[in-house]
């Protein structure tokens, strides 16, 4: 039987961002976060157990101890590891990132199983999970609460055309189709991402408004849209940021939603943006990131 390998790395808050890096090269499944105390976050990742299981822990444990004793992050990070059995890799993972409310339109739930009735929401049902991708993330809470209010204060206006860059589970495809938007293209260059996300898609009944692409941010990407939406770590939204205006992708309406920066970055994101010609129309901090709106001028 096929199982999963539950990894939790304890790290100062400062350093997620540089964490989640490593923890994304790893080609996890699912992440959390959640606080041990005010000096530590505790995040979680899963990893099916194959043979090669035991090369990336210890490809961990030497990029986290390289990172301290170069003063990347501030204290060294300590990992534990858990085996679970294929049925019950997600349970866990549940109970850490329960029903989530998000803005005034969404219920995230990790679960095919019956809820009771919210006329009053939009729900989103995840299972295949990927990294920023179950709303329980500050990034994507903003990103989606980012879009809703976007769309909503824009309803006079037709949003034919939403550009999901980095899909990871689908969640914000999946949230744009379901507000509404008429066609969505959603890109990934990781493909267990793309079939995760297009499972998503399937449970969310929104599978017809998605195309999935495999791109490496826009490579494959062609046309314009009106709404552009990432969560992406910092230096892949600098290279989007250049790519957004060489390529073209955004006209004088449109707008580019994004997260995925540390507040400490976007003191770096935010100059960058302006000397490209971006004018930032809104931003928002939690837990020490970053989600912002922004136009070309």
């Keep these: 039987m096929v199982t999963w390998l539950e990894i939790k790395i304890f790290v100062d808050p400062a350093n997620v961002e540089q964490i989640l890096g490593l923890v994304d090269a790893l080609g996890y499944v699912g992440t959390a ?3 041990e105390t005010d000096e530590t976050v505790c995040i979680i990742a899963y990893l099916p157990s194959t043979e090669d299981v035991t ?43 329960p029903p989530l409310l998000i803005g005034q339109k969404f219920l ?20 295949s999970l990927g990294g920023f991708g179950t709303g329980h993330h500050p990034t994507t809470r903003m990103c989606l609460e980012f879009l809703e209010k976007a769309m909503e204060e824009d309803k006079h206006r037709a949003f034919k055309r939403v550009l999901d860059v ?23 260059i990781d493909d ?17 408004k998605i195309n999935f692409v495999k791109s490496d941010l826009l490579r494959q990407v062609k046309g314009q849209f009106d709404i552009v939406l990432s969560n992406l770590l910092t230096p892949l939204i600098k290279d989007l940021a250049w790519q957004l205006k060489s390529r073209k992708v955004l006209n004088r309406d449109s707008f580019w939603i994004a997260s995925g920066i540390s507040r400490e970055s976007w003191k770096e994101v935010k100059p960058l943006l302006a000397k490209l010609g971006y004018r930032i129309v809104d931003e928002g901090d939690l837990d020490g990131w970053v989600a912002f709106k922004a136009q070309l001028l």
């Design 192 to 208: 267990a991402a793309l079939e995760a996300a297009k499972e998503n898609a399937r449970r969310n009944q929104v599978e017809d």
């Design 108 to 127: 995230v739930i990790l679960t095919d199983g019956e809820i009771e009735s919210r006329r009053d929401r939009i729900v989103l049902r995840l299972r």
């Design 33 to 35: 976060q959640r606080f």
């Design 166 to 188: 980095g899909t990871g589970s689908g969640i914000l495809a999946i949230a744009a189709a379901k507000l509404g938007a008429k066609e969505i293209i959603a890109t990934d």
């Design 55 to 97: 090369e990336k822990l210890v490809w961990l444990q030497e990029q986290l101890d390289y990172a301290y004793a170069h003063g990347w992050i501030i204290k060294p990070a300590s990992v534990t590891t858990k085996l679970l059995d294929a049925e019950d890799w997600e349970t866990p993972l549940r109970n850490v990132l």
